[in-house]
């Protein structure tokens, strides 16, 4: 099918260094000496461990329990038993622990009794949970729980569907040999996808360098009789980053600050709808994924790879060279070096590398930066990184952000180019974490702040209340002394006089202090809206203690409300205006 | 080597990389120069070079910079070789050695260095050399007088008297000459038809020197070391201006071909105005700074005091280009239908 092709701006051709692991067929690694199972391996809450030491486990019993609805299950790779639920250290780059399983393996790999889920019966709210209990994350990279972005906006139609086989990374090779080998099943996965989102089109976006399996999947698509269009997209990193495979494949730009399904597009990877299927028809959850095992070893080559498989074990299955000094995950671009050989494999890592100098050349030293604008040519983001660099540098992040450093996705084209070979990404990193922890920081501050402030206005008002009901008794006596005075006396003019000297104690009572600063002025206010409420409960009340009464008392009370009045010792009711109005 | 963070792959290109491209996309200018000029501008770009070099060592060692990865990245050499294109060819060594101690020391180091200049430093070099020597600035060799090569290096080193032969006027100044004296019986046609001076459009042997420059900045386009803003509009704006005013009044303005191809306008438009250190970075940026120094080019050598006007231009658009690139800022992926 021939479609117009949008560009995005910027990007970059580095040497892809793919050819080395696609000569063999994807190969099924054995099962490890242990393995060790994060409980948080997708994006949101942290699963919560169901076993514990000593427990036996099958493969694909479940071992951690979504926690809310951003979370997705996970489960055992393989039979066996559980060493310890403890924590350990995490193919991170900040090298911090996490809570894990760790199971001995059995060596049966003996499944849990499972079945195909009964798709064509169940309600997409159901298959939607089915996934979410089956552990399917984006398998991209971002582990996004996918049953999570697999629900249609209510305002925006879903008009593309775009599928990511693009895998633009250098040295990966995982997605490529999935669609040349497993293309059905893909396809019957993202068919799954087009059920629950409905869109109006379904694009599966394929670099051009991977044309094997474009035709695996074109292939697939007409054997299932699928609408699907598979699209050959330019070879150019990072056409793989969904928001610019949305924006080759559907012209529309996503913003950092809007979700792609506001612009009616949804995207997910191939490898992600491959496990969809593999749960939807098998009943398997993800316990395994393919990695590539490629860089310095003498046999590179993409294994199907038990998750938790400690990533030294799986690095010798293609026999490293003795000089491997490190192991990337990822790729090239966007990987990192983990921070132990022994870290496991997650259902985020595609790809192990072995490092070397040969490979991947020390850094030349750091030189100043000379504003050349090859960085702000090779975004694909548009943005001008030799000017978010400059104020990172100065921890002006301020700045950093009015040039859009949130939208920056690091893929690292700018530090690619760099004549002065400045680590910017490392930079706009930097800036971002700072940014995130001074708002960590500030809303902790505020908080203390808000927690106090409550305190103080919750003193204050129980003072103002205790104020305002010794002033209530006082007002009461004072009204019940006029009225008793004013019903013993004929309205004797000194008794008036004294019951006007004992009525001003209820104004003063209520303490009305002059507001010195804008906070104390708020708090007075919010003191004052109280007593205002318990004054209006206290009007709303009063009159229920004068309904029942008889015509004489009625008439005893007005009376000596129109005495009162004339006095001047109470104020006008709405009752009486005139008596205002004479004022 | 644990730490180092991705990308792991990088490119490979350098600063001095970069600078010797940039030197290389001069060459042919350079050899129009030597050819039609005389070869002691060969002699000049040494001079202004082991200046240069000193000047960098020197700054280098008091900021406690070190001193190989510096000295080595080529930009202390692209600016001396500026100043000795743009000086006159037969200026003492020592003036073209002083501006580019000054250039270096004062317009790059005392600003903080490589990538810290707000101006392009050989313009400033050539500011404050015209400022302070402009009898020495002003004094362009007649192009037929075919000076032999020990005549011309002998009268640069200070060992021959600077004769008169010397100081004969150049095309711009010509021109600006029979402008000034409002003399209605000098026509500017007739006077551009004496080929001795003005050579078949702009000046002889200077025209071909232009278009060395050319062909050398049409390279480093292609080799996408400089983008197409500033040279076509610096041109763009020269032309435009100068080509109203020449169909405004042919007898008193020279043609559009005749301002592009003459002074500085040329290794300007390529090599002086794209210096991204002290320029606009923007891509609209870069189209109002080009402009910006054709116009005041054309504006100071036309009616200023001095021969030519590339250098105060650019600099007065230095001045302006942070403000210039805090206002083009280009919109952002996905946030294109709201600017």
Known sequence: ?583 | MMFAPAPYLLKDVSVSQVMTQVCIALVPGIVAYAWLIGPAILVQLVIASLAALAAESVMLKIRGKPQAMFLSDGSAVVTAWLIALTFPPLAPWWLVALGTVFAIVVAKHLYGGLGQNPFNPAMVAFAVCIVAFPALMSQWPSVGLRMPLVDQLNIILGLAPRVDALSGATPLDALKTALKLGDSSVDVAQLLANQDIFGNFAGRGWEWVAGGYLLGGLWLWYRKLITWHVPVAFIGALAVLSGALWLYDPARFASPLFHLFSGGAMIGAFFIATDPVSGCTTPRGKLIFGAGAGLLAYIIRVFGGYPDGVAFAVLLMNLSAPLIDLLTQPPIFGMKDKA
Not at chain 1, 270 to 285: D, L
Not at chain 1, 509 to 534: G, Y
Request: charged share 25%.
């Open chain 1, 1 to 583: 099918m021939l479609m117009n092709l949008f560009k995005f701006k910027g990007g970059v051709k580095p040497p892809t260094n793919k050819t080395q692991s696609v000569t063999l067929p994807i190969a099924v690694a054995p099962i490890p000496s242990r393995l060790v199972v994060p409980l948080h391996q997708s994006i949101g809450g942290t699963p919560r461990p169901v076993v514990q030491a000593g427990d036996q486990v099958l493969k694909g019993q479940l071992i951690g329990e979504a926690d809310g609805w951003i979370s997705a299950a996970i489960h055992a790779p393989t039979s066996g038993t559980v060493v310890e639920v403890a924590m350990h250290v995490q193919p991170h780059p900040s090298g911090l622990d996490a809570m894990c399983v760790v199971i001995a393996p059995d060596g049966r790999d003996e499944w849990i009794a499972h079945q195909p889920f009964d798709y064509a019966n169940a309600a997409p709210e159901a298959v939607r949970e089915y996934l979410q209990q089956s552990g399917v994350v984006g398998l991209g990279g971002a582990v996004f729980p996918t049953h999570g972005k697999l629900t249609p906006s209510k305002t925006v139609p879903m008009e593309e569907l775009v599928i990511n086989g693009a895998e633009c990374e250098p040295f990966i090779t995982c997605d490529d040999l999935l669609m040349r080998e497993r293309a059905e099943e893909v396809v019957r996965g993202i068919g799954i996808f087009r059920d629950l989102l409905q869109p109006k089109k379904v694009l599966i976006g394929i670099e051009d360098n991977k044309p094997e399996a474009a035709a695996a999947m074109r292939a697939a698509v007409d054997a299932l009789g699928e609408p699907f269009s598979v699209i050959q997209v330019p070879t150019l990193y990072p056409a793989g980053g969904a928001k610019q495979l949305i924006r080759v494949l559907t012209g529309k730009e996503v913003p950092a600050a809007k979700r792609s399904t506001d612009l009616g597009v949804q995207c997910f990877n191939v490898a992600t709808a491959y496990t969809a299927w593999r749960a939807i028809s098998h009943g398997e959850p993800v316990v395994s994924r393919l990695v590539t095992v490629t860089g310095n070893v003498h046999a590179p080559r993409n294994y199907e790879v038990l998750i938790g498989t400690p990533m030294d074990e799986l690095l010798q299955l293609a026999t490293p060279h003795p000089d491997t000094d490190g192991i990337i995950m990822g790729g090239p671009m966007m990987g990192f070096l983990v921070p132990d050989r022994q870290v496991p494999v997650i259902k985020a890592t595609n790809c192990l590398i072995a490092h070397d100098d040969r490979l991947f050349p020390p850094k030349p030293p750091e030189m100043p930066c000379i504003r050349c604008g090859s960085c702000a040519q090779a975004c694909p983001h548009e943005l001008q990184p030799f000017e978010m660099y400059w104020f990172s540098r100065a921890k002006n992040f301020g700045k950093t952000q009015e040039y859009h450093i949130f939208d920056c996705i690091e893929c690292g084209c700018c530090s690619f180019v760099c004549p002065s070979r400045i680590p910017l990404v490392q930079y706009f990193r930097f800036a971002k974490s700072e940014i995130w922890a001074r708002e960590r920081e500030k809303n902790a501050a505020d908080g203390a702040k808000t927690r106090f402030e409550f305190k103080q206005v919750r003193e204050e008002r129980e003072k103002a209340e205790k104020a305002e009901k010794l002033a209530k008794a006082a007002a009461a006596q004072a009204a019940k002394k006029a009225a008793e005075a004013a019903a013993a006396a004929a309205a004797g003019e000194p008794v008036a006089e004294g019951a006007a000297a004992v009525e001003p104690v209820a104004p003063e009572a209520t303490p009305v202090p002059v507001a010195v600063d804008p906070e104390k002025a708020a708090k007075m206010a919010t003191i004052q809206a109280a007593m205002e409420r318990a004054k209006a409960q206290r009007e709303a009340a009063q009159p229920k203690n004068t309904e029942a009464l008889k015509a004489t008392q009625q008439k005893e009370i007005d009376e000596i409300e129109a005495r009162r009045q004339a006095a001047h010792l109470t104020e006008a009711t709405p009752a009486a205006p005139a008596g205002e109005k004479t004022e």
